[in-house]
């Protein structure tokens, strides 16, 4: 069921939700959290499908916020609130509420969330792309207890990560990260097999790939050891070498879905490790609330701090032979 309301307020909103609820004859609220979603018209569809299909595993209220661009002064001092409201089929597990903010309201889009939020639940915030620099302290990130963000979207992603790592806030998380958990998870159960210690890493990857970079922070705080980072053709991350004085541990993914984890003494196998859709990164990351210490350790470690121990592990380059200076002309003897 659809409601379009045009040039409304928060109180029609909330009333024509509960009308909603009432038509379809289910007025009690089984949500467990309000999802928002800041984006724009290009990419609202998508987040939303998304979003839809993780609220299966997370029945929520989805606030989808879309800033529409003012293109003349007079749109600009226009304040004005369009919105849609879907409940039943049309929304998932939960419902929908799509909130267009046009002219001076766009400015003040977390007065128009904050009354929309379910009481005495949790909030999180998603920008699937054109994340604020300092999430928590955006009007609408400092209304959330979790705050998610895709580097990956980034037109710098490399960059993009230390910009995340400087403003970090408890709470904040990022796709890129989500989608390393099993690969992070596939080699700690691997090491554990092992008694042997790791003496260096190579992860191999897609260049501007944050996942990658993320998983080789992650190592070399972790293991305590240089983690070098390669490139390959893709797709994302392909290759994790961890090379030991017994033998390599190696979890090679060539295709993007079946990976083979060949270790010292044992013969290879093959593990399924396939590329996630973001509704599935989405879900995993509604099932905790919680800071993640993790995340947060790895990301200030730092890409140039890595950067730096593949420059000092790399053999320093002679020094070029100077050429012997020329001898001086002898004078003619005078006669």
Known sequence: MKIDLTETNSSKINAAMV???RDIGTPAIGMVLTLVIVTDEENAYDALKSANDASHEHPSR???VIKRVSRSPRSRRDARLDAEVRVGADSGSGETVVLRLH???????QSVVLPLLLPDAPVVVWWPEGAPSDLANDPLGSLGQRRITDTYSCENPIGALAGRAAAYAPGDTDLSWTRITPWRSMLAAALDQQSLSVDTAVVEGEGDNPSCELLAMWLADRLGVPVKRTLSSGPGLTAVHLETKGGNIVLDRADGALATLSMPGQPDRAVALKRRETAELLAEELRRLDPDNTYEVSL??????LQAAQTAEAPAKPAPAQKPAPKPAKKPAAK
């Not at 002219?103 to 889009?109: M, P, S």
């Not at 200030?300 to 701090?305: E, H, L, P, Q, R």
């Open 19 to 21: 009308q909603a609820r």
């Open 62 to 64: 989805i606030i989808v």
């Open 103 to 109: 002219g001076e309201l766009v400015d003040h889009a």
């Open 300 to 305: 200030k470690f730092g890409v140039a701090k």
